[in-house]
């Protein structure tokens, strides 16, 4: 008895000890610069050349124009997620980001828990009331939202205007109200400038594992071409590497997404639907290093140049000058209201 009392005692003096021992992940990760910023990627991770690539890049210009100091963290599966959101949470970072519209949730959650960290959510998924109205994110949250239907918009219309057969496709990465936004936006865009143009549409699944899957992304490509497309818009994450490999395979066009895609199929490549993701994550990590971030909903389109296409030496040769003139136009009545740019089905 008189033994396991004394083990009792040691192992209890040894857990009171362990109560003052921070992680040593946590003394690395909070640093003596202006300003510590935890980013948490999405499904895909770095390497996606698209969504994720531009949240890192936009972190690390913070680190060299801003003397921030930013930590990267890839999650596994869902549950990795929250708990990375967490973990940088508990270690005092100034602000937290997490990067898709998955994070909805846990960043809801989080901020409620931590009400003296600042938090940043790309594509947070804004929820409206019984009449439609947006139901504000807690005030200690930045929900950085896109208008990726005005950028599908033009892209849309660019593919309608360039296609030989008349027929062009969509390939979505999960099929949820985000990834829907670009198509119903692209559809618009079509139909804009050519009524009889057919939109082929497919999705890689219904779950964030949609947005992984380049054999799933190339098989529903393939399929489009098939049917007769000759242009493709992906929006699907690092599914979309499969759009390409389909597009060199088949001798078609693809539209990238997200960030500037041309390296990925170079004379395959149209064009891409640009995010400003880096922008966007370099912006709100500014607000908090020069006290100026506030909570609420920050809407992103063409007007405050948050997304747009691209027009450069790789594809002009690709897009006449009468063609890029009508996009412009088109771009420029968006921005005055003329246009109005569905987002829904």
Same mark, same amino acid.
């Given at each position: 008895?008189?033994?396991?009392?004394?083990?009792?005692?040691?192992?209890?003096?040894?857990?009171?000890?362990?109560?003052?021992?921070?992680?040593?992940?946590?003394?690395?990760?909070?640093?003596?610069?202006?300003?510590?910023?935890?980013?948490?990627?999405?499904?895909?991770?770095?390497?996606? @050349?698209?969504?994720?690539?531009?949240?890192?890049?936009?972190? &690390?210009?913070?680190?060299?124009?801003?003397?921030?100091?930013?930590?990267?963290?890839?999650?596994?599966?869902?549950?990795?997620?929250?708990?990375?959101?967490?973990?940088?949470?508990?270690?005092? &970072?100034?602000?937290?980001?997490?990067?898709?519209?998955?994070?909805?949730?846990?960043?809801?959650?989080?901020?409620?828990?931590?009400?003296?960290?600042? #938090?940043?959510?790309?594509?947070?998924?804004?929820?409206?009331?019984?009449?439609?109205?947006?139901?504000?994110?807690?005030?200690?949250?930045?929900?950085?939202?896109?208008?990726?239907?005005?950028?599908?918009?033009? /892209?849309?219309?660019?593919?309608?205007?360039?296609?030989?057969?008349?027929? /062009?496709? #969509?390939?979505?990465? &999960?099929?949820?109200?985000?990834?829907?936004?670009?198509?119903?936006?692209?559809?618009?865009?079509? @139909?804009?400038?050519?009524?009889?143009?057919?939109?082929? /549409?497919?999705?890689?699944?219904?779950?964030?594992?949609?947005?992984?899957?380049?054999?799933?992304?190339?098989?529903?490509?393939?399929?489009?071409?098939?049917?007769?497309?000759?242009?493709?818009?992906?929006?699907?994450?690092?599914?979309?590497?499969?759009?390409?490999?389909?597009?060199?395979?088949?001798?078609?066009?693809?539209?990238?997404?997200?960030?500037?895609?041309?390296?990925?199929?170079?004379?395959?490549?149209?064009?891409?639907?640009?995010?400003?993701?880096?922008?966007?994550?370099?912006?709100?990590?500014?607000?908090?290093?020069?006290?100026?971030?506030?909570?609420?909903?920050?809407?992103?389109?063409?007007?405050?140049?948050?997304?747009?296409?691209?027009?450069?030496?790789?594809?002009?040769?690709?897009?006449?000058?009468?063609?890029?003139?009508?996009?412009?136009?088109?771009?420029?009545?968006?921005?005055?209201?003329?246009?109005?740019?569905?987002?829904?089905?």
């Amino acid at each position: 008895m008189r033994k396991l009392l004394l083990l009792l005692l040691a192992l209890a003096i040894v857990h009171a000890a362990f109560l003052f021992v921070r992680p040593s992940g946590a003394s690395a990760a909070r640093t003596h610069a202006d300003v510590n910023v935890g980013i948490v990627f999405d499904v895909g991770g770095r390497g996606d @050349k698209s969504f994720n690539d531009g949240a890192y890049v936009g972190g &690390m210009r913070a680190e060299r124009e801003l003397g921030a100091h930013v930590r990267f963290i890839e999650p596994g599966d869902g549950s990795d997620r929250e708990s990375g959101l967490r973990l940088l949470a508990a270690e005092g &970072m100034d602000l937290v980001i997490g990067v898709g519209f998955i994070f909805t949730d846990d960043i809801t959650q989080l901020a409620k828990d931590y009400p003296n960290t600042k #938090f940043a959510g790309i594509d947070f998924a804004v929820s409206t009331d019984r009449d439609g109205n947006p139901i504000l994110p807690p005030p200690n949250v930045a929900a950085l939202k896109f208008r990726e239907e005005q950028g599908s918009f033009l /892209v849309g219309a660019l593919a309608a205007l360039e296609s030989k057969t008349k027929k /062009v496709g #969509f390939v979505g990465g &999960m099929d949820s109200p985000l990834i829907q936004k670009f198509e119903v936006g692209y559809r618009a865009g079509v @139909k804009q400038v050519c009524p009889r143009c057919t939109v082929l /549409v497919g999705y890689a699944g219904v779950t964030p594992e949609a947005f992984r899957n380049p054999g799933k992304g190339k098989e529903l490509a393939l399929s489009q071409y098939g049917q007769g497309a000759d242009i493709i818009y992906h929006a699907s994450g690092s599914t979309g590497l499969g759009v390409f490999e389909a597009a060199r395979q088949t001798g078609h066009l693809a539209i990238g997404v997200d960030a500037d895609q041309y390296a990925e199929a170079p004379g395959h490549v149209l064009t891409s639907m640009v995010k400003g993701v880096d922008e966007a994550v370099y912006d709100v990590i500014k607000l908090v290093k020069e006290h100026q971030f506030k909570g609420g909903i920050y809407q992103l389109g063409l007007a405050e140049h948050g997304v747009g296409y691209v027009y450069d030496a790789n594809n002009k040769a690709l897009i006449p000058d009468s063609v890029r003139t009508r996009i412009e136009a088109l771009s420029a009545d968006i921005v005055a209201g003329r246009i109005n740019v569905p987002s829904t089905r």
